[in-house]
């Protein structure tokens, strides 16, 4: 082992382990009270009441707890966790005050501000107080379609404050899947950007924003652009802010599936389940102490920006990036990291594939000496990008691939802060998330790959979807599978070190760059045009991640020209956002179908990849398959 804790990347050895400081400076180290991470992670699903009540303890909630921490436990769904509990996100997130750094952001074009707490707290009590002065109660919904910037960190801690719900859209989505969203929850409030900057570009958003609120009639107030913006606050300005003390599961984020098979479903999360999930990520396993300078590249359409926000409630600061992570050039986040000391670096498996690939040494050419902890999540980290940080970004680094998801607003596996980096694992199943792999059967297995499921209820369980009186969507989705076992959909593996291995999703979403996209919300698109009958999209494997790939079946008489080819991908990134534009498009004469008249996106995957397809006999026109295999359209990069 090397002296700053790393060995050589081998199968045989960690890539990194902590060192004997770090180990004693870590968080879990003091929650655990010196036990390995083996003894800490079995005793929180042994007795989960214990373990969350500890979590609570420990991280300092502020609120009433309340005596019992959970109720139900033998239900999934139908748990509850700290039901007597009486607590605000708001009040969590600004327990900081003075003149120290809460939000530093910098902007692609060069801009550059800084929040201090003091600020921050001055000016979510002027939201907040907006707000209520605009007749908003606790409940009502607020949508925000902003870029990464400060405003809308006020705007959302000035929601929990109050007790409105937060939904978000990034400024790259088109109208569609913008209605596709917010039409379904009815904002009262709307918060926008008139314009956008990415990659060297500025994007006007006013008719984009006419067209949408045009089509939402719920909206009484309409925030679009900064003058807007200091109209509504500055009446304002100078109110205390208060807090409204709300129950466990009171209701704080909506977010949105990726639109498999129709609109996106709007999963509802409470605020109690949030913030005490997002604690525990971010103290226990990824070992954030207050004082911390926490980044992650994000926009406000991934959950990451919500995981995000709660940094503030362990006493970190956030550091905002708005803008393209390659412009000027890929070594942008990295000065971001060394300008302002950033100690956490998150970013996606598809960005440090892109760094690689660019030839990038950001060892030789930057600093780094503040970053302890580099986090990966999107899509698995392969293992040659474990090989590329450590050889090329930094050595004594904690790099933790972390999976989980909008489902549950948090993470099942992550990071481990106490124990060794394995090339191409992810280091563990998270405390609390009884997390296993199963086989068709439903029987647990290790060693090989399998359904990743939890079988035990958590905090951060959905509080329920959108308009789904009876929880049928809601059961439908995670538990149909296995009966009271949530599935999520993840092909995994349990290695020989109890970390774990992704391979990818396990049913049809699309998962380009590790950005989860609907098959449906491009079907929207496609088959509005008039040249294409009909269409069949699917993720290709390509070079360690996944390219969209798009099939079309046009009028009779119609070939697939580059024209048509250019107006389709302009038609899909107008109206959804540019990952869902597909990497190829190729004409074909049949969507193969079940008998029940479904599209079989997977079976169509299963033959572009060379695999074979099981029960052809369920499809109606079997032999429409045949045509997908072996298309040289499909070879090239």
Request: proline share 6%; hydrophobic share 40%.
């Amino acid at each position: 082992m090397v002296s700053d804790g790393v060995a050589p990347a081998s199968g045989a050895e960690p890539l990194w382990t902590p060192s004997p400081a770090r180990l004693a400076a870590a968080n879990l180290t003091r929650f655990g009270g010196g036990a390995t991470y083996a003894e800490i992670y079995a005793r929180s699903v042994a007795d989960p009441l214990e373990f969350w009540r500890a979590v609570w303890e420990f991280t300092g909630v502020i609120g009433t707890r309340g005596d019992r921490i959970a109720v139900d436990m033998d239900r999934m769904p139908g748990a509850r966790f700290f039901p007597d509990a009486r607590l605000n996100f708001a009040e969590n997130a600004l327990r900081e005050d003075g003149d120290g750094a809460a939000i530093i952001y910098r902007s692609e074009a060069g801009g550059a501000r800084t929040l201090s707490w003091r600020e921050l707290r001055r000016d979510v009590a002027a939201f907040a107080a907006a707000l209520r002065g605009a007749g908003m109660r606790a409940g009502d919904r607020v949508a925000s379609y902003q870029p990464n910037v400060p405003e809308a960190i006020v705007a959302v801690l000035g929601c929990a404050a109050i007790g409105a719900v937060w939904s978000s859209c990034s400024p790259d989505f088109g109208v569609q899947g913008v209605l596709d969203r917010f039409g379904q929850i009815e904002p009262r409030v709307f918060i926008a950007a008139d314009v956008y900057q990415y990659g060297g570009k500025t994007f006007d958003q006013r008719e984009k924003i006419a067209r949408i609120l045009e089509r939402l009639p719920s909206v009484e107030q309409r925030i679009v652009g900064p003058g807007d913006w200091e109209s509504f606050l500055a009446p304002h300005r100078g109110t205390r802010l208060a807090y409204e003390p709300l129950p466990f599961d009171h209701p704080l984020y909506i977010l949105y599936s990726s639109g498999t098979t129709g609109v996106p479903k709007c999963i509802v999360h409470g605020a109690g389940g949030t913030l005490i999930q997002h604690l525990k990520d971010h103290q226990l396993h990824c070992d954030i102490h207050p004082g911390d300078r926490v980044f992650y590249f994000t926009t406000l359409g991934w959950m990451m920006w919500n995981w995000l926000v709660t940094v503030l409630a362990s006493r970190a600061t956030i550091l905002l990036f708005d803008g393209a992570p390659f412009h000027p050039n890929g070594n942008t986040l990295f000065d971001f990291a060394d300008e302002t000391g950033m100690t956490l670096f998150g970013t996606s498996a598809k960005y440090i594939d892109a760094v690689a690939k660019a030839g990038l040494k950001p060892r030789e050419t930057h600093s780094l000496e503040s970053v302890r902890t580099m986090t990966s999540t999107g899509s698995p980290l392969v293992a040659e990008s474990f090989d590329y940080v450590y050889e090329h970004v930094k050595r004594d680094l904690h790099l933790a691939s972390i999976s989980g998801g909008t489902d549950i607003v948090g993470c099942f596996v992550g990071g481990n802060p106490i124990g060794p980096v394995w090339r191409g694992e992810i280091q563990c199943r998270e405390l609390g998330m009884r997390v296993e792999v199963f086989d068709a059967a439903g029987r647990p297995v290790r060693g090989q790959k399998g359904e990743m499921v939890c079988t035990m209820p958590f905090p951060s369980m959905p509080i329920g979807f959108w308009n789904d009186p009876d929880g049928g969507r809601y059961h439908a989705a995670y538990f149909e599978r296995f009966p009271g076992v949530w599935t999520h959909g993840d092909y995994a593996e349990l290695t020989v070190h109890d970390g774990v291995i992704i391979y990818g999703r396990s049913d049809a979403v699309l998962n380009p760059g590790g950005v989860r996209i609907g098959t449906a919300e491009i079907y929207r698109q496609v088959e509005r045009l008039p040249e294409v009958v009909e269409s069949v999209v699917i993720g290709q494997q390509w070079e360690g991640d996944e390219r969209v790939v798009l099939f079309v079946k046009l009028r009779d008489g119609l070939t697939l020209d580059l024209a048509t080819a250019e107006r389709i991908r302009a038609h899909i990134r107008a109206n959804t956002t540019p990952r869902h534009v597909p990497a190829r498009i190729v004409q074909v004469t049949d969507i193969p179908r079940t008998k029940s008249g479904k599209i079989v996106e997977l079976a169509v995957r299963d033959v572009v990849h060379g695999r074979t397809v099981r029960n052809r006999e369920a499809l109606a026109n079997p032999e429409a398959l045949d045509q997908f295999r072996d298309r040289p359209e499909l070879a090239g990069g």
